[in-house]
């Protein structure tokens, strides 16, 4: 046998069991998988024994560009520090939203030299006649497209109309591609925010209870039955409310090709720390209760939600803080990239809730196959060396102040989690030692959807 590039030892997260034993790495790829510690050969060899092992995770739900100051640099050194190797970025960009082909290709210049992870890229369209820019932007290497029932901003994050839904899903399917959708009801989320205004109810809970469940799993229900008729590949992101899960199993067992996210705060935060830590705690959808957060563990255990996301919005203090006499003034969202795995690795797999083997199928396997990236999202022959270690033993400590992201902050502040991320390598080579950033910031690779030409 060769020598390896590079061999790494210690509890390997298959993706049907964790074995002790070795990988052996060249060219940026795994080469070989063995239950035996010695026996490869390679003048690098790294010991992680006591540590897992993971397949390098995946975050399909990033906007690094809806703060203009955050930009890509800052994200991907976040990622980086949080194991993730692979983040997707959202399409709704500040000033112009990523919605034809000439601006797709854009972004993928703008990548160039700013990071060090690597990374996927959404499209969206037009509110209107927007969807002849589909096929071309697959073709340039859309991963997948987002589209949104609710309107952030008319131009930047529209809410596309109904028949301009249907057509777009058509066109995806045609390319082979998924449609995910942000999905709430707009229209009677509006017009409660309104009435609570008129009354002067603008305290913290406000923001959840102008959002009742019904408008979140609403607006799925119509998805479900566009995609039952198109034949569309469906995917609903950060789903806040069992009910949702309920609905989207439903479809599922009718054949429909339909996939969810829920984002960690919908796992391990509720309305009350929306009460008690106000705009910290705002995002869309909301918290929800607490016996509802229950039953979406109950979902995430027995496998009926495919993965975790971050949903990182980098808004800073200065703008959250705008919403401290009146919720509904608050930008919606939170910086999480490199909280993601830190606060689920703490609350799933050390809280006995999720095996290392589902935690690695929820934040790297489903990803890479729902949207079909080549070679990523598990430890196997023939795929990228991306490998996330965590040394279950240590600790670590939030502190918002030491975030990478601009945004500084985070609900979780001083938390104390149980394993700490000892290092993040992808392709081959170490991004993060555990201390710092390794490579340069050129070393993160576009990643091309699979309908790119
Ligand atoms: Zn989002």
Redesign the pocket.
């Known amino acids: 046998m060769e020598p390896f590039d590079l061999v790494v030892k210690g509890n390997i997260v298959l993706p049907d069991k964790v074995m002790n034993g070795a990988i052996g790495i060249s060219k940026g790829k795994i080469t070989h998988i063995t239950d035996q510690q010695n026996g490869l050969v390679s003048k690098n060899v790294k010991d992680f024994n006591g540590s897992f092992i993971f397949p390098g995770f995946i975050d399909t739900?990033v906007?690094c560009y809806s703060n203009p100051d955050e930009g890509v640099a800052a994200t991907s050194e976040a990622a980086a520090f949080g194991g993730v190797t692979t983040f997707f970025d959202?399409p709704y960009d500040r000033p112009d939203p990523i919605n034809n082909v000439k601006i797709f290709e854009k972004k993928i210049q703008r990548l160039e030299g700013k990071t060090v992870v690597d990374i996927c890229l959404w499209g969206t369209i037009a509110k209107k006649n927007g969807t002849d820019q589909i096929i071309p932007m697959a073709k340039a290497g859309a991963v997948a497209f987002k589209l949104s029932t609710f309107e952030t901003d008319p131009y930047r994050f529209p809410r596309i109309p109904d028949p301009e839904i249907l057509k777009a899903m058509k066109i995806i399917k045609e390319v082979n591609l998924r449609a995910a959708f942000?999905s709430e009801n707009g229209e009677v989320i509006y017009q409660m925010i309104e009435e609570y205004q008129k009354k002067g109810k603008v305290y913290p809970r406000a923001h959840m209870e102008t959002r009742p469940p019904v408008t979140e799993t609403s607006a799925i229900l119509k998805l479900l039955e566009f995609a039952y008729w198109t034949g569309a590949k469906l995917h609903i992101?950060?789903v806040s409310h069992p009910r949702s899960i309920e609905l989207i199993q439903l479809f599922k067992k009718q054949g429909v090709q339909v996939t969810c996210e829920t984002c960690y705060h919908y796992l391990l935060l509720d309305v009350h720390d929306l009460e008690e830590q106000g705009p910290r705690a705002k995002m869309n959808p909301p918290v929800r209760e607490p016996e509802d957060v229950q039953k979406m563990w109950e979902k995430l255990e027995g496998n009926q939600i495919d993965m975790i996301t971050s949903?990182h919005?980098p808004w800073s203090l200065e703008q959250k803080i705008k919403g401290k006499d009146n919720i509904f003034k608050s930008p919606s969202?939170l910086p999480g990239v490199e909280l993601l795995i830190p606060l689920m690795f703490d609350g799933g797999v050390m809280s006995g809730r999720l095996t290392p083997v589902q935690f690695a199928h929820l934040l790297a396997t489903h990803p890479a196959e729902a949207y079909q990236v080549p070679g990523k999202g598990k430890i196997t022959i023939g795929y990228d060396a991306d490998l996330t270690i965590i040394d279950p033993s240590k600790q670590t400590i939030i502190d918002e102040m030491k975030l990478h992201s601009q945004a500084k902050l985070t609900p979780f502040n001083q938390k104390k989690l149980r394993g700490k991320i000892i290092e993040t390598i992808i392709r081959g080579n170490t991004v993060f030692d555990g201390t710092k950033i390794t490579a340069d910031m050129n070393y993160g690779k576009f990643v091309p959807g699979s309908a790119a030409e």
């Open positions: 739900h906007h959202m942000h992101v950060h949903d919005a969202g």
